[in-house]
Structure formats: structure tokens, C-alpha cells
């Protein structure tokens, strides 16, 4: 398969690895962006999950709460330019509110949501024929809590990634003290629990790889393999990581010192996984002139 600039390019983008070990990666994987990445990774040339996620599409999110009920919701835009118009901020908060009073469970069931006498879908399909964009409802999740729990919630660069947590105890300032750690810190999981079990296989033979390249006999490899594992969890599960306000403490023991414990987390950071629109200025120029 032809490696082409533009996959080095992405392959960079998302490992922060170099030019030629990228496109060595990617002949060694035959084209495949995920197997390049194992690759760069079990070289110990990229060192980070988290980086394998990228931002790669425009809009907003937020969250909206009343009372024990809460709907956190990522919609769309094809620019950062009309994702910052007024009537598309309005337009979120309509939604939220609409997901919110109906309880809806499913992106059928939201997009047929009633809001100013139509539905959100219709809401939306208004919206892209007066501003000239695809919009779209990505995902929401809506989520009740007990009287005897608390939500925590935390917006960052004005929507770009938003944070919605559950504890059970606790109050509210350390329930938006967790939020904000989420936001900051990349946790893909709440939980160890969380990790799928083929996401926590390939970690493990990644590890056992690393080690292996270390010069590390195949047997002391498997045993590296638990403490590394532990690391993982560290870096990629809120309860685990440790607190960036106190370095000597961990999420779970900052919630449970004020009495409480993580319930749930959800954290949207708008178009990750999502492939970004390319326009590539220079390209353009030189078809004309051809």
C-alpha cells in the first residue's frame, strides 16, 4: 500500500512522533493507523493513549441540570465560525432543555423531542438551511441522581469540552473540583472496571512488548506488565489519578474525604474521533494554476 504525506502527516498529528518513524510505522502496519500506532508505541516512540484521540470537527457542548435530572449533549458544526454564533449557542440550549424535559434515552427519541412548538430534528433541520452549515446532534446522555448524590459540572473553552459527574455524598464544590479534573486530565474511564477487555488486552501486550524491546527475558516482561498495567489505570481512570490540586492525594480519596465516592463520569470533548474537514489552501492555489 502507498504511504502518502497526508498519513504521515495525521500519524504525527495524533503519536507526536517524527517524521520518518511515522512513515516506517506505517509501512511496517501496511497503511493501518491503529496497528502504526501500536507500533510507535511498542518502540516506546509514543508513549500516550490519549493522543490517539484528536479533535476533528466544530460545535459545542454543555450540560444542562434541574434538579435530580441532567442531559450533557455534543452537537455539531462544520466551522469554528458558527459555532460561535449566538443563534447556534441558543440553539444548544434549546436542545439541552428539550432532552431534559423529555427524558429521552436514545438520539430517536431526543431528535423527536418537542421544543418551541416543532421537534428538536426539525429545530435543527431550520437551523441548517438559515445558516448554511450541516449541524447535527452527535450524542447526549441523560442522567439521574438520588437525593443523597450530587452533580458536578464543568464547561471549558467556552464548550469545547464539557464535563458532567456523579458522586454519592459530597457536595457540590468537590463535585465540580472532579469535573474540572476530568476536563484537565483526558480520563478515557471513570473506573478501571471500565477499561473493555480487548482495549485492556492490547494494552498488555503493548507492555509486555516494551519490555520485551527493553531486553527484559519474556517471563520478567509478564511480571513488569502488572505495574505497568497499575500506571495505566493511573493515567486513564478519574478515580485513580491523582488530584491535580494535591499531588499526595488521588480522585477517591479527595471524594471520600469530604464524605463521598464517584458514581459516574461523562466527559465530551467536541469531534474527537471525528475525521477534521482539510482545507489545504495551498493545494487549491496550485490546481488553478494548473
Excluded: W
Aim: aromatic content about 6%.
Amino acid at each position: 500500500m502507498e504511504i502518502t504525506a497526508q498519513m504521515v502527516k495525521e500519524l504525527r498529528e495524533i503519536s507526536g512522533a517524527g517524521m520518518m518513524d511515522c512513515k516506517k510505522a506505517l509501512t511496517e502496519a501496511n497503511g493501518n493507523m491503529d496497528e502504526a500506532m501500536n507500533y510507535l508505541r511498542e518502540k516506546g516512540i509514543a508513549k500516550s493513549l490519549k493522543k490517539e484521540s484528536r479533535i476533528a470537527a466544530e460545535g459545542l457542548a454543555n450540560a444542562f441540570v434541574k434538579g435530580n435530572e441532567a442531559v450533557i449533549v455534543e452537537v455539531n458544526s462544520e466551522t469554528d465560525f458558527v459555532s460561535k454564533n449566538a443563534e447556534f449557542v441558543e440553539m444548544i440550549d434549546k436542545i439541552g432543555n428539550a432532552i431534559l424535559e423529555s427524558k429521552a434515552k436514545t438520539l430517536d427519541e431526543a431528535n423527536a423531542a418537542p421544543v418551541d412548538g416543532i421537534t428538536v430534528k426539525d429545530l435543527i433541520i431550520n437551523k441548517i438551511a438559515k445558516i448554511g452549515e450541516k449541524l447535527s446532534l452527535r450524542r447526549f446522555e441523560y442522567v439521574t441522581k438520588a437525593d443523597n448524590e450530587v452533580f458536578g459540572v464543568y464547561i471549558h473553552m467556552g464548550g469545547k469540552i464539557a464535563v458532567l459527574v456523579k458522586l454519592e455524598g459530597g457536595n457540590e464544590e468537590v463535585a465540580k473540583d472532579v469535573a474540572m479534573q476530568a476536563a484537565a486530565m483526558k480520563p478515557l474511564y471513570a473506573f478501571p472496571e471500565d477499561v473493555p477487555a480487548d482495549v485492556l488486552e492490547n494494552e498488555k501486550n503493548i507492555l509486555k512488548e516494551q519490555a520485551v524491546n527493553e531486553g527484559k527475558a519474556p517471563e520478567i516482561a509478564e511480571k513488569m506488565v502488572v505495574g505497568r498495567i497499575k500506571k495505566f489505570y493511573t493515567e486513564n481512570c478519574l478515580n485513580e489519578q491523582e488530584f491535580v490540586k494535591d499531588g499526595n492525594l488521588k480522585i477517591k480519596d479527595y471524594i471520600s474525604k469530604a464524605g463521598g465516592k464517584l458514581v459516574s463520569m461523562v466527559r465530551y470533548e467536541v469531534g474527537e474521533g471525528m475525521e477534521h474537514r482539510s482545507d489545504n489552501f495551498a493545494e487549491e492555489v496550485m490546481n488553478q494554476i494548473k
